[in-house]
Nanobody, 126 residues
Framework: QVQLVESGGGLVQAGDSLRLSCAASGRTFSNYAMGWFRQAVGKERDFVAGISWSGGRTYYADSVKGRFTISRDNAKNTVYLQMNSLKPEDTAVYYC???????????????????WGQGTQVTVSS
């Protein structure tokens, strides 16, 4: 079992930056690939970014490529999502998730992830 707690969300203006953090506890953090997903009101939960267990591989949704950066610090059991040049369409609840099949690499489907945080709201005003 892994417990995930997100933080860092808030209300910002278009063009601003935010850094989300996801602190993990429980099992060995480096045994999990990690992902960030988001869900806007009335929409499905979408993949945003993922990172392999070592941090050596990352993958991004086209909508955030070049603006968002995912990283992890296995010594601190934390994964981050640096979000730059935020747009109103980035407004959503952001969730981090852990995938115990870490040897597969980075996966983008939400059903592949085993553990989820409670989410943190990001609101970008125009």
């Amino acid at each position: 079992q892994v417990q995930l707690v997100e933080s860092g969300g808030g209300l910002v203006q278009a063009g601003d930056s935010l850094r989300l953090s996801c602190a993990a506890s429980g099992r060995t953090f480096s045994n999990y690939a990690m992902g960030w997903f988001r869900q806007a009101v009335g929409k499905e939960r979408d993949f945003v970014a993922g990172i392999s267990w070592s941090g050596g591989r990352t993958y991004y949704a086209d909508s955030v490529k070049g603006r968002f950066t995912i990283s992890r610090d296995n010594a601190k059991n934390t994964v981050y999502l640096q979000m730059n040049s935020l747009k109103p369409e980035d407004t959503a609840v952001y969730y981090c998730a852990a995938d115990r099949n870490y040897m597969v690499g980075v996966r983008t489907a939400s059903q592949e992830y085993d553990y989820w945080g409670q989410g943190t709201q990001v609101t970008v005003s125009s």
